[in-house]
Each structure stands twice: as C-alpha cells, then as structure tokens.
C-alpha cells in the first residue's frame, strides 16, 4: 500500500482520506500538530463535558467537507485543475493554523489586535518557504487574490466548509441537537454561477435550516453564560498577572513560551519576529501556569486561579439592557467585604460586558440562491424565506458577573 495515503477515523463523518504527499507533510508538522493541544470550543466543556475535542479534529473535518465539495462541483462540469484543489485542501487545513491558546478567549490578550487570521497567514508563508513554494495557490485561495473566487468562498464566506464542520461537530460533541445541519444535502447543492459560489434553489430550507442552527448554537453553546463567565475569568488572570509584572512583582508562567508573551507585554505588537515562540504555545502553557497560580501569594491572582480550576465560577447574569451602575456599586461592595479586598481589586470579581449574535448579515457577503429560470436572489429576499432583513438586525445582551 502506498504510504502517500491514509485513511483517518472521524466520529462525525467516518473515514477521511488524506491521499497527497503535500497533505501529509503538511499534517505531521509541528505547527500544526499543536492544533491538538488546542480546545477547538476553550471553556464550552465547563458546561458540555463532552466538548473537548481538538482544533485539528475541526480543522481536518473542515477538509473533508472541502473535498466533497470540489468533488460536487467538478461532477458538475465546473473547471477546477489539480492544482486549485490541492490550493483549496491546504487552505482550510490550515485556515486555524495560527489560533494561540484558549483561541477567541485570548487572541487580544497575549498579542494586542493581533487576529488569528493574521497569524494563520505568516504560518502558511513561513511553510510555503519550508515546502519550496508549493503553497502559493493555497495563500492565493486564502486571501482572496486567486482569480476563482467561489474558492476562497469555500474556505472563508458564509456558505464556508469551515463553518459546515463547526456546527455539525460541536453540536455532535456538545449533544446539542439544534446544531445538526444538513451539510451533504448543502454540499451536493452547490454550484458556481457568474464566478460566485451559490446554492441550487431545492436547498432553500436546508439553508435556512443552517442559518437558525447557527444562532441557536451561539446563544445555546458559544455565548452560554457560563461558558463567558470562564473565558472572561481567564482573562481577568491574565490581566491580573500583567498588573503585578508592571509593578515590578515576581509572576513566573509555567513554560518559557508563555513567559516571554507575559514578561514583554508591551513591547509586542506583532508576531513576526517571534513566530517560533507563539506557535510552542498551546491550552497546555496556560492551564498548568494558571494551576501554578493556585498557591501565588497575590490574594486576588490565586482565588481567580483557584475558582477557575475548581471550576467555582462568577455568578452570571445575562439581559437585554445594561445593568444599573446601582447594581454594580453594591454588588462590588459585597466583594471588598466578603473577600476584605480594596474596590479597585474587586473589579477583577465584578465586572459587565455585552455580547452580540448576528443570524444573517445582509451586510456581509450574502447567500445567493440560483434559481431554474437562472435568476439569482438573497436568502433574505426569497418568497416565504424564514430567514428576512428583520432577522438579520443583531442581538445584543448585557451581562454582569459578580461574587455568589
């Protein structure tokens, strides 16, 4: 049997075939096997324990709904050469390459306004150097410079594989059912007209069964109360370490990776020139340094690691309205005496924030439907749609969260 292929056990989706010697170097690189040390969902399994699966199980899921869908696509006659498919493949196995530790949790925290994306980018372009050149297309699909378009909608749109992979596994994971979506149905239904990436019209509502699937994921799972009260306490610990380093007290992470980013918090703007050190980071760095904490002679710094790892969370509240400043001013009194602590260190325990979910942006770029008579219309402008410009408005809630 050849070694250029092999064959991968997914719970979601049965075996998927990873059948180019690119693909396979690619995959047993360092850089992306850190993908593994990485929860794909950060604190989601504080409330689903089953939600610990991996960034490399999404990233490889993401690149066999790819396959599938190149596969729909040349079946229908639309040109796609060797090349671009491979491109596409690398694209979006790599497409989260350069999520750090906790991901959304703490992509502004290690390195300020730095994204992911920015990061996933220099990855591609340092491998591209390491593999002679063989990932060009692939950087191309990804920015959006490759003249097929309905490439780079596959990869990042809002019909994107990426997204097909996320909800069916994190609703798999999670056994939050209203996440299940039709992803195959979706897959053979796709097409290309006029160079843009669209949807046959039999797929309507398993369109817009995507869409609702979407929203009830993110207020039922992503932006579950309790599963902001642990990211935004995982930040509050970062904070804190930060303040004391800046005061000139002794604060040691658990590896020299993560020390580096806490020890140069200000002088690091970009990733650059560091890109090596980044990517040896991973879940692992923060949650030993955070269990080291447990015993740091800093009050605050240890009850926030202490909480978190014994997973006795903040209290939470989540509404429609901010909260009155009222509200915010007793419950931060309860803290300065309950814990005995000063006002200004109560506000690592009380704090507010707000949150958004959008289900359908209009403003984004959009999910056109192709019709038989070969018009082309808006998911939101079709006839009896569920899915209307009234749904697409944002939601927006407040939370507080305080001391129990």
Same mark, same amino acid.
């Given at each position: 049997?050849?070694?250029?292929?092999?064959?991968?056990?997914?719970?979601?989706?049965?075996?998927?075939?990873?059948?180019?010697?690119?693909?396979?170097?690619?995959?047993?690189?360092?850089?992306?096997?850190?993908?593994?040390?990485?929860?794909?969902?950060?604190?989601?399994?504080?409330?689903?324990?089953?939600?610990?699966?991996?960034?490399?199980?999404?990233?490889?899921?993401?690149?066999?709904?790819?396959?599938?869908?190149?596969?729909?696509?040349?079946?229908?006659?639309?040109?796609?050469?060797?090349?671009?498919?491979?491109?596409?493949?690398?694209?979006?196995?790599?497409?989260?390459?350069?999520?750090?530790?906790?991901?959304?949790?703490?992509?502004?925290?290690?390195?300020?306004?730095?994204?992911?994306?920015?990061?996933?980018?220099?990855?591609?372009?340092?491998?591209?150097?390491?593999?002679?050149?063989?990932?060009?297309?692939?950087?191309?699909?990804?920015?959006?410079?490759?003249?097929?378009?309905?490439?780079?909608?596959?990869?990042?749109?809002?019909?994107?594989?990426?997204?097909?992979?996320?909800?069916?596994?994190?609703?798999?994971?999670?056994?939050?059912?209203?996440?299940?979506?039709?992803?195959?149905?979706?897959?053979?239904?796709?097409?290309?007209?006029?160079?843009?990436?669209?949807?046959?019209?039999?797929?309507?509502?398993?369109?817009?069964?995507?869409?609702?699937?979407?929203?009830?994921?993110?207020?039922?799972?992503?932006?579950?109360?309790?599963?902001?009260?642990?990211?935004?306490?995982?930040?509050?610990?970062?904070?804190?370490?930060?303040?004391?380093?800046?005061?000139?007290?002794?604060?040691?992470?658990?590896?020299? !990776?993560?020390?580096?980013?806490?020890?140069?918090?200000?002088?690091?703007?970009?990733?650059?020139?560091?890109?090596?050190?980044?990517?040896?980071?991973?879940?692992?760095?923060?949650?030993?340094?955070?269990?080291?904490?447990?015993?740091?002679?800093? @009050?605050?710094?240890?009850?926030?690691?202490?909480?978190?790892?014994?997973?006795?969370?903040?209290?939470?509240?989540?509404?429609?309205?901010?909260?009155?400043?009222?509200?915010?001013?007793? @419950?931060?009194?309860?803290?300065?005496?309950?814990?005995?602590?000063?006002?200004?260190? !109560?506000?690592?325990?009380?704090?507010?924030?707000?949150?958004?979910?959008?289900?359908?942006?209009?403003?984004?770029?959009?999910?056109?439907?192709?019709?038989?008579?070969?018009?082309?219309?808006?998911?939101?402008?079709?006839?009896?749609?569920?899915?209307?410009?009234?749904?697409?408005?944002?939601? @927006?809630?407040?939370?507080?969260?305080?001391?129990?």
């Amino acid at each position: 049997m050849s070694t250029d292929r092999k064959i991968i056990n997914d719970p979601v989706y049965g075996f998927i075939t990873i059948d180019h010697p690119l693909l396979l170097d690619i995959i047993a690189h360092p850089y992306y096997q850190r993908l593994r040390r990485i929860y794909q969902m950060a604190f989601a399994h504080l409330v689903y324990p089953g939600a610990v699966h991996s960034r490399l199980h999404h990233s490889l899921g993401a690149y066999h709904l790819m396959c599938n869908a190149l596969t729909e696509l040349k079946n229908k006659g639309i040109p796609i050469t060797e090349e671009e498919e491979l491109g596409a493949k690398i694209a979006i196995l790599l497409h989260d390459v350069g999520h750090g530790p906790y991901s959304h949790t703490l992509e502004n925290e290690l390195i300020r306004d730095v994204h992911h994306e920015t990061i996933s980018l220099l990855i591609m372009r340092l491998l591209n150097e390491e593999f002679r050149g063989q990932l060009q297309t692939a950087i191309d699909i990804f920015t959006n410079n490759h003249p097929k378009l309905f490439l780079h909608q596959l990869v990042s749109g809002q019909l994107d594989v990426d997204r097909m992979d996320y909800l069916s596994r994190d609703s798999f994971f999670t056994g939050v059912s209203e996440g299940v979506i039709a992803y195959d149905r979706i897959l053979k239904m796709l097409t290309v007209h006029q160079g843009a990436l669209m949807v046959e019209e039999k797929a309507i509502y398993s369109i817009e069964k995507f869409l609702v699937s979407r929203r009830l994921m993110y207020w039922q799972v992503y932006l579950h109360k309790t599963v902001i009260c642990a990211e935004m306490m995982l930040v509050k610990i970062i904070r804190r370490a930060k303040e004391l380093i800046l005061r000139g007290e002794k604060v040691e992470a658990a590896t020299t !990776a993560f020390n580096f980013y806490l020890q140069n918090q200000h002088t690091l703007h970009s990733v650059d020139q560091h890109l090596g050190i980044f990517c040896s980071l991973d879940d692992y760095d923060v949650m030993t340094t955070v269990k080291n904490w447990m015993q740091h002679p800093d @009050k605050i710094l240890s009850l926030l690691c202490r909480y978190l790892v014994d997973r006795k969370l903040l209290k939470i509240k989540l509404i429609a309205e901010p909260f009155p400043a009222e509200m915010i001013r007793e @419950k931060t009194k309860e803290a300065v005496l309950k814990l005995d602590i000063t006002e200004d260190e !109560a506000s690592y325990f009380v704090f507010t924030g707000d949150t958004t979910n959008t289900t359908y942006n209009v403003m984004d770029e959009r999910i056109n439907i192709l019709f038989k008579d070969g018009t082309v219309r808006d998911i939101s402008k079709v006839d009896n749609a569920l899915i209307h410009t009234q749904v697409s408005a944002p939601v @927006k809630k407040y939370y507080i969260c305080y001391l129990k």
